[in-house]
């Protein structure tokens, strides 16, 4: 039993058929990503590893599931009033397609050192982009202000049911694609950051696949996660912590997310950035993927032994692809 | 009527069994690689576009499908004697690992200035390089010689019936995933050098989806192939000629290959050096897939305008993604 506070949400308890519900609302709205082999990474490793290449979906990463299916079902006011988000990037760019898409307003919030691939992405999908500096101003009061003056939603980055469950249908689609492969699978690991991918996962994959692990992977210095379903207590990184995971650096888990974790999950997993620099290099030279680091981290932690894969099935997602070129460059390099 | 020397091969006229039977041999082997879809594109180009990104194949490109339907069907002698091939890359690449996989022998030569991904990548598959400098040797001469020496079995990068109808399987699990995605594809551009892609593609397709367009694309001062159907006489390049698609750098297509592309194909387009490189950087950051600049020539042709799209579906070849690192980063940049 999870020892956390009541501001956590234990009596959010999602089942395989709230994701399936959820995967009926977008499918067709989005790309069912390939399940990828690799015999090069299967010689590596001595196991059979099915890649997720999330990588590959609308937007380059998995969050357009959630945003659309957040955005599916808004009622006419919230359509009218539009969507306050804030994100350090792929949230950002998913929200903003999937609102442009749906004829939604869109203003996000974006850390100024934020990839400018992910800012000018969210710009050119027509989202009102508003840079704000981390060290004076805090995004959670920015949007509360927006959203008290102009009725726009906040839509959360992973702390939401309906971004859950749509993250949630990776893991449903990847036990439909190990099914439709013949093979049952042993492992699904997620890259996670708030938790908002492993969390749905682990419910669409546990349900659907019973016996089937979830782990969620972090950067070594950012496994909040991990060290919280250890420990069966929230627990925090410290502010100081630095990872090239962009993508992963939330200090806590979700209010939301921790207790569906705890509930599913087999453990936590993390990868040093050195592990997380290598896999993007290999998914470059090897896979011919884009990857950027923190869609990488699960990719690493099989890479560098983390898991025993050796004679087993596992799936590995990888769950995004923004990354600027200067940067990719020297990862590769 | 293609007015050619006898030297051509107007007897081989393959038909879409013989591909169907080089694609029962090699399935399972070989990577199914998925068709894939992007909003952006479509939205950009106003019509809908299925990249098949024979960058996920096995070896990173479809060279890989060729070699093994070749080697698959080596006797005992053959397979006791070994290979001897000359590629710049992509052809050395599969016919290693293919060889290694099937436990024959390869002896792969490359010239000196072939990017050094490709060299270390055949040696790592356990074949024996050898380089020779283009100025003073030709590869014909030395394979020649190995092969007298030695009773290797020279195999062709594309000039062979055996390669044509390997490659020819990706044209046949296009048509075969159009089917799946219920559309009939209007169109199918194959990157083309010495022609074993677009003409083993164009048998499949023509044979299965009649009135689907099948068109070769080359490199602007390499666009032998255009010539020479468009003339109905083979033609050369300029040997002083310069393109950075390394793979496709060939001086005049095939004793095998022209008469098939005459009997098939609809034309033939060609994308210079610059739009090569706008369309890796659009797969890079849009698609996030590693695409070299050889293998992105038929995604350069529709993204510059070369054939009309609109309110069409196209299938585009992403031919292969084996590019160094730092010429990689020079293009994204």
Known sequence: MLDVPSTYYHDFNPTLDDVRAAHERIRGKIVRTPLLRSE????????????????????????????????????????????VAWSSGNHALALSYAASRQAVKATILMPQEAPKTKIDGARANGAVVRLYDKTKETREAIGAEIAATTGAVIVPP????????????????????????????????????????VAGTSVAVTGASPGTAVYSVEPADFDDMARSLASGKPQRNDPSALSICDALL???????????????????????????????????????LVVEPGGAVALAAVLSGKL????????????????????????IA
């Open 308 to 331: 025993d894969v050796r004679n087993k099935n596992v799936a590995v997602i990888l769950s995004g692809g923004n990354v600027d070129p200067d940067k990719f460059a020297s990862y």
């Open 40 to 83: 090069r990474l299967d010689d590596r490793l001595g196991g059979t590893i099915w890649l997720k290449a999330e990588t590959l979906q609308t937007t380059g990463s998995f969050k357009f599931r959630g945003a659309l299916n957040r955005i599916l079902q808004f009622d006419e006011v919230q359509r009218k009033n539009g969507i």
């Open 250 to 288: 939330v200090p806590t888990p979700g209010f939301y997310t921790l207790p569906v974790c705890s509930a599913h999950l087999a453990g936590g997993l993390s990868a040093t950035d050195t592990e997380v620099i290598e896999a993007v290099r290999f998914a470059y030279s090897e896979l011919k």
């Open 158 to 197: 992973y702390d939401d049911p309906d971004i859950i469950l749509g993250a949630g249908t990776v893991g449903l689609e990847i036990v439909e694609q190990a099914e439709e492969a013949g093979i049952k699978l042993d492992a699904v690991l997620a890259c996670c950051s708030g938790g908002g991918l």
